[in-house]
Structure formats: structure tokens, C-alpha cells
């Protein structure tokens, strides 16, 4: 099975920021990468599919990159809901997610 | 608009077993491989399974830690997904959903999620 880290495990940031944090596959992925954004008590929202394509409805300010076996994703100015945590997932094989990078204040 | 709707969640005593279902609308059922995801209370997200569409014959995948006691089905006449688990144990305890598997390989819509609590 494909290993997913993610790191930080956990950030604070102030509104404005920009902010970035990174995923890490235990072997290639091509870009089979995406990222989704969950808020407490609410399902996962997909925000990133194949590496660096947005999804349909995302803001702008999201952003991601990489390939191979290291992925970042990037927030160029932290928004007050945009507080939550985020996830890597790998598509290339058995789906399998990171552990979460949780965005809080600062 | 895409709608999943899970539900059947609830408590059940280690050993039980339980079915959840999600019903789906918006959207030509048949087409889409559906999986489920589950999380644990506090954790992270783990993929449990996933079924796939009439072109590839329904069949059926299943990560390790439920393999054997899970089982994932469909019906396409009411664009239902189904999660037959078995065997439930108290890590078993999570909140679990249903999900759309788009095009590029993403799951781009989620159902609410329905709670099972495993515990006696």
C-alpha cells in the first residue's frame, strides 16, 4: 500500500496569510493527488483533484502543486472560512488519504 | 443538484452486524463507481470500500481492515448503495460515507455521513 504524510500536522495562521503545507507519498503517484478541506462536523469538500486542477466552484486562492511524490497545497490569503482541515488523497492505487494538516487562528 | 443520503447508522454490540444505505440523485447512478469512506470520532478519513459501475460489472473492492466482513453492493433500479457489515468491532466505531468517484479519479461529492458506534 502507497504511505500518505502530511505535514504540518497542524498550523496557525492569521486571516491574510499566505499559507502552505505539504503532502508526501511513499512512492510515486504521478499526479494522483488530491486534496479536500473538512470543517467540524461536516463531510470533506473536495478542492484539488489531479495534483493542480480546481475544483468546480473553489476559490481562486487555492492552489496546488507537485508530482511524483511530493505535493503542496497553497492558500494565498487565508480567509476566515477557510479555517479546517485538510487532506491529502492518493488516486493512483488503493485510495488512501494523509492524516490531516488542521488550520487554526492564530 | 447531487444528493447522497446516507442512513441505518446506529449502536450495535461488538460481533453485530448493521446495514447502511445511501440513496443518490442527480445524477445517472449506473455511470459511477461509489465508495465508502469512514472516520473514525477525532481521526482521520480511511477509504472502506467501493463498488463499481454496470460497465465494469459491479465489482467490488475492500481496504484490509474490513475485508471478509464488510460487504459493499448496489442496486441501480433505485440508485442505492448499500454497506453490509458483519462482524462489527468497537474500531469499527466511525462516521461513515458515501461517496461519488468522479471522472479524474476524485471523490467529488459526499453523502452527511451516518454514525455507527460499536459497544456493549
Known amino acids: 500500500d502507497i504511505q500518505m504524510t502530511q505535514s504540518p500536522s497542524s498550523l496557525s495562521a492569521s486571516v491574510g496569510d499566505r499559507v502552505s503545507f505539504t503532502c508526501r507519498a511513499s512512492?510515486?503517484?504521478?499526479?494522483?493527488l488530491n486534496w479536500y478541506q473538512q470543517k467540524p462536523g461536516k463531510a470533506p469538500k473536495l478542492l484539488i483533484y489531479s495534483s493542480s486542477s480546481l475544483q468546480s466552484g473553489v476559490p481562486s486562492r487555492f492552489s496546488g502543486s507537485g508530482s511524483g511524490t511530493d505535493f503542496t497545497l497553497t492558500i494565498s490569503s487565508l480567509q476566515p472560512e477557510d479555517f479546517a482541515t485538510y487532506y491529502c488523497?492518493?488516486?493512483?492505487?488503493?485510495?488512501?488519504f494523509g492524516p490531516g494538516t488542521k488550520v487554526d487562528i492564530k | 443538484e447531487v444528493q447522497l443520503v446516507e442512513s441505518g447508522g446506529g449502536l450495535v454490540q461488538p460481533g453485530g452486524s448493521l446495514r447502511l444505505s445511501c440513496a443518490a440523485s442527480?445524477?445517472?447512478?449506473?455511470?459511477?463507481?461509489m465508495d465508502w469512506v469512514r472516520q473514525a470520532p477525532g481521526k482521520g478519513l480511511e477509504w472502506v470500500g467501493r463498488t463499481r459501475n454496470k460497465v465494469n460489472n459491479h465489482t467490488t473492492e475492500y481496504a484490509a481492515s474490513v475485508r471478509g466482513r464488510f460487504t459493499i453492493s448496489r442496486d441501480d433500479s433505485k440508485n442505492s448503495l448499500y454497506l453490509q457489515m458483519n462482524s462489527l468491532k468497537t474500531e469499527d466505531t466511525a462516521v461513515y460515507y458515501c461517496?461519488?468517484?468522479?471522472?479524474?479519479?476524485?471523490?467529488?461529492?459526499w453523502g452527511q455521513g451516518t454514525l455507527v458506534t460499536v459497544s456493549s
Open positions: 461517496t461519488r468517484l468522479n471522472w479524474n479519479d476524485d471523490f467529488d461529492y
Open positions: 512512492q510515486s503517484i504521478s499526479k494522483y
Open positions: 442527480g445524477f445517472t447512478f449506473s455511470d459511477h463507481h
Open positions: 488523497q492518493q488516486s493512483y492505487s488503493t485510495p488512501g
